[in-house]
């Protein structure tokens, strides 16, 4: 499969990068690459192989449900770009 | 045209652990804002996700109680998109492999109960909060529920009206708090609702168009809002037009729901199994462990209820609508070896008064043990039921026992033969009227004559003996 320059726009969109029109045919391009390696290897069969989850073969180790965290809001606060009455504030979302 | 409306329902059920899913941060309602939001909350470079035992095990109880498969190997995912309540840009949930698959909820309509099956349940992390109240213009977030963690139950399109909808929801609610895997508190959003509403030509196979109603916080919102999108769709398709697949709001103001996004604004969320996380393996010693932990199901406990107290399939079910009004009934029921009566009591009385008085069975004032002393008074007959209503009010109203209560008011009813045929000999001789009618034919006339002598004796006569004895005389 070949991408086309409205799908490269599109993925820049979502991943919330900004591409300019210029960089669109290279980053297309590389993107295509990646593509040709990712057929090759779909070529392989894999019939009757479970899908890995995770390259190790290992479970999840689980924690207990005991609170071990502390308060830190000062020092997290103390380096964002704009704070009020303890709230991180963000440019408006919605209308 | 006649329609068939089709309902699913995804309900987000919050988990009481004390933390969070993936790190060590406590989840206390109501904190001051960001106090409880710590560096995975805030998706500091480097960190990693650390996963909470007892998430896996609630949810490993929920699907117990369904009946469900529990996937002994389940793998997390990224559900990637932006918003600031969301700093990680991606959610931490479960997409090809979900903890939990199928199973059946039976829930209550009318009196007739019906299953409804599951899809499957999956574990995932809360968002934080965005306020949008004016902050010099800007949003300000707070991230104490990020991380909060969740399990999404996803029931099969199988509810074909809202009344369906909102037992299941009213079910499946009272089965999280059954397990104590949830608080149940609605307000504060420990059950929040999403309905997937369409409806199609009935006797038609595929299922028409659907739209979801977002983030419902209440049986009666979750009611009004089904209620509401289902004519809309019914009119716009009569009206020739097409219902577009959508998210939808609810407004409870308006009692309408409106568009939030429409297909083509539709997220794509890009799911990928999450690097970060090892798949959870779970052993069969564990599941094992985890059943014999789990309490008597409702299910169980309402078979039983017939079984043991001889009580009314349907009386049982609601007997068993919550853990605590079944152990109430159980303990009256037990101890006083009146199952009937106990259940008629526990749905009856108890069930109106608190209702009327907006508490539940934790705040009766009656304990079990002080009902059990009224329910003994009427089974002996010492109790009519017209004076057991008026000991109920006492009891409810003051901390003495039945007994102390029959005492002090001289509440007893009289049994004593002797005293009864006194009354009655005194109102055939004061309702001459009213023998002669009776004698005539008419039986009515023995009902007044009754009410005679339970006057005299101011209800306190045994009714049946009453009855018994005035037809004796007038034979």
């Known amino acids: ?95 | 045209m006649k329609w068939e409306v089709v309902i699913g329902l995804e309900v987000h059920v919050q988990l009481n652990t004390a933390t969070k899913i993936f790190s060590g941060t406590s989840t206390a309602f109501g904190a001051e804002p960001n106090t409880q939001a710590s560096a995975v909350e805030l998706a500091f470079p480097g960190v990693l996700p650390v996963m909470n035992k007892a998430v896996v095990e609630k949810a490993i109880r929920l699907g117990l109680a369904l009946g469900s498969k529990i996937n002994q190997k389940n793998v997390f995912a990224r559900k990637n998109y932006f918003y600031p309540d969301l700093p990680k840009g991606y959610q931490i949930s479960q997409m090809e492999l979900p903890i939990v698959e199928g199973g059946v909820l039976p829930i209550l309509v009318g009196e007739e109960e019906k299953l409804v099956k599951l899809t499957r349940a999956h574990m995932e992390e809360d968002a934080g909060k965005s306020l949008h109240e004016d902050f010099s213009g800007m949003t300000g977030i707070d991230l104490n529920r990020a991380g909060t963690p969740l399990l999404e139950v996803v029931s099969e399109p199988d509810m074909r009206s809202p009344e369906e909808a909102v037992a299941y929801a009213r079910a499946l609610h009272s089965l999280v708090m059954w397990l104590g895997i949830c608080d149940g508190n609605m307000q504060e959003g420990s059950f929040r609702v999403d309905a997937n509403v369409s409806v199609r030509p009935f006797g038609q196979q595929e299922f028409g168009t659907r739209r979801e109603i977002k983030n419902l916080n209440s049986f009666r919102f979750l009611e009004q809002a089904i209620k509401y999108e289902i004519q809309w769709q019914i009119d716009t398709l009569e009206d020739g037009g097409r219902v577009e697949q959508a998210t939808v709001l609810f407004d409870p103001d308006s009692g309408e729901t409106r568009m939030m996004r429409s297909k083509e604004d539709a997220h794509d969320y890009r799911y990928f199994p999450d690097p970060d996380l090892l798949p959870v393996r779970i052993s069969d010693e564990q599941i094992a462990r985890i059943r014999s932990e789990m309490p008597e199901l409702p299910s169980a406990m309402k078979a039983r209820f017939v079984e043991a107290f001889g009580v009314s399939a349907y009386d049982a079910a609601l007997l068993t609508g919550s853990r605590a009004t079944a152990e109430y009934f159980e303990a009256v029921a037990q101890a006083s070896g009146q199952g009937k009566l106990a259940a008629n009591w526990v749905n009856g009385e108890i069930a109106a008064r608190l209702n009327r008085e907006g508490k539940d069975i934790g705040d009766c004032p009656i304990s079990a043990e002080r009902l059990t002393g009224l329910i003994q008074r009427i089974a002996d007959n010492t109790l009519s039921s017209k004076l057991a209503k008026q000991v109920f009010d006492a009891l409810w109203d003051s901390d003495l026992s039945a007994d102390a209560i029959i005492e002090r008011d001289g509440l007893k009813q009289v049994s004593d033969v002797g005293a009864i045929e006194k009354m009655v000999e005194e109102a055939i001789a004061a309702n001459p009227k009213a023998v002669e009618e009776f004698r005539a034919g008419k039986e009515k006339a023995l009902n007044a004559l009754a009410g005679q002598v339970m006057k005299a004796s101011k209800g306190k006569a045994n009714p049946a003996q009453v009855q018994e004895i005035l037809k004796q005389k007038l034979a």
Do not use: C, W, Y
């Not at chain 1, 029109?21 to 390696?37: S, T, Y």
């Not at chain 1, 990712?38 to 999840?60: C, R, W």
């Open chain 1, 1 to 95: 499969m070949s991408l086309t320059h409205q799908d490269v726009a599109r993925i820049a969109k979502l991943a919330r990068i900004n591409v300019s029109d210029e960089e669109i045919v290279a980053v297309g391009n590389q993107l295509n690459n990646i593509f040709g390696l990712i057929e090759k290897m779909q070529a392989v069969n894999t019939d009757g192989i479970e899908p890995m989850a995770h390259p190790q073969d290992v479970s999840l180790r689980l924690r207990e449900d005991i609170v071990t965290q502390t308060n830190q809001r000062e020092a997290f606060q103390a380096i964002a770009p704009q704070v009020e009455k303890g709230l991180f504030l963000v440019p408006k979302v919605i209308e």
